[in-house]
């Protein structure tokens, strides 16, 4: 299984991966984005379904500062 979650300490909210995983990402009211997936509140915590991989890793590679992190374990 894979998890995702964003830094949001080196997030500049560039706004790239929330068009490009809309499903995924969105923004906080700082413009910071965080993952909204199933509400996982940027916890980290959900499994991401195989039918969004490539957009969490093209979000994942389009981040200008690699704040979007994905791992096989929960993040916390
Ligand atoms: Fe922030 Fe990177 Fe998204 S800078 S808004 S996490 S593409």
Excluded at 27 to 46: C, K
Aim: hydrophobic residues 30%.
């Amino acid at each position: 299984k894979l998890y995702t979650w964003v830094n949001k300490d080196t997030c500049i909210a560039c706004g790239a991966c929330g068009s490009t995983a809309p499903e995924l990402y969105d923004y906080d009211d700082e413009g910071l984005a965080e993952v909204i997936f199933e509400d996982d509140g940027n916890q980290g915590l959900t499994p991401i379904p195989k039918d969004l991989h490539e957009d969490m890793y093209d979000a994942r590679d389009g981040c200008p500062t690699d704040s979007i992190c994905v791992q096989e374990s929960p993040f916390a």
